[in-house]
């Protein structure tokens, strides 16, 4: 199972405690660690984390500066962890924008952790579902479905196809997908709630699985007798 994670809320979250926003996004960092460790016991074979859109460059240049950092210590401190436990670590968007000393510490996570094999993480920095699938129209071979897929994993610097998303949880309360993987949505469940992204717990996660299990899905057919 594919589980998409658009990651809303840190900053309403934080401030309704009267913190910076930036505390909000730290807070997350250690939702994105506990929802991880939990992913493979729900039967979730692949993640992918909407950290930073490519939208999110217009936000205060020390938020900005405050979440590549975070980012930079969560690859730092996670690879290790994410060998031990048979993640392997991906991250999708654009490179060219992103601090170099990020972009290192990317490469090595995801080196280090090419052998994974429980979980494939996958996280999204300088991410924009628009922008993806324009590159991938300009690299794709082929007419077919899979042609296109395969052109976007490479647009966004894998070497694989695109995968289908199963199940797209958002929290933070708002409903809409925000340029997040638009292709790869065309028949994932839909699941809204309103707890922000730092309460978020395994227990929260193991509730949408649980409602998406539930859900009959007919990608456009009739059900099945
Ligand atoms: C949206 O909440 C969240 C982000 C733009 C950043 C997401 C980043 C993290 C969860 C930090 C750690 C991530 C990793 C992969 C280590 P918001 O700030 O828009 O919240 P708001 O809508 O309440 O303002």
Excluded at 97 to 120: F, I, K, N, S, W
Aim: with cysteine; glycine share 10%; aromatic share 8%.
């Amino acid at each position: 199972m594919h589980v998409a994670l658009i990651m809303d809320g840190n900053g309403r979250w934080a401030a309704a405690r009267g913190w910076p926003r930036l505390a909000g996004h730290r807070e997350g960092a250690k939702a994105v660690r506990r929802i991880v460790e939990a992913a493979p016991g729900l039967g979730i074979a692949t993640m992918t984390l909407y950290a930073f859109s490519s939208d999110n460059w217009g936000r205060p240049p020390r938020e900005v500066a405050g979440l590549m950092r975070l980012f930079r210590a969560y690859l730092a401190g996670e690879a290790q962890r994410c060998v031990e436990n048979g993640v392997r670590l991906r991250v999708i968007g654009r490179r060219d924008r992103l601090p170099e000393v990020l972009l290192r510490q990317m490469r090595a996570a995801e080196e280090a952790t090419a052998g994974g094999t429980r979980l494939t993480l996958r996280i999204a920095l300088d991410y924009s579902a628009r922008d993806a699938l324009m590159r991938a129209a300009a690299l794709a071979e082929g007419d077919s479905r899979e042609d296109f897929a395969l052109a976007l994993g490479r647009a966004m610097g894998e070497d694989e196809p695109a995968p289908d998303v199963d199940l797209l949880v958002r929290t933070g309360g708002e409903q809409r997908l925000s340029d997040f993987l638009l292709w790869e949505c065309a028949y994932a469940e839909l699941y809204f709630t309103p707890l922000a992204w730092p309460e978020f717990d395994p227990t929260a996660l193991g509730r949408a699985v649980e409602w998406f299990q539930g859900r009959e899905r007919r990608f456009g057919r009739l059900m099945s007798a």
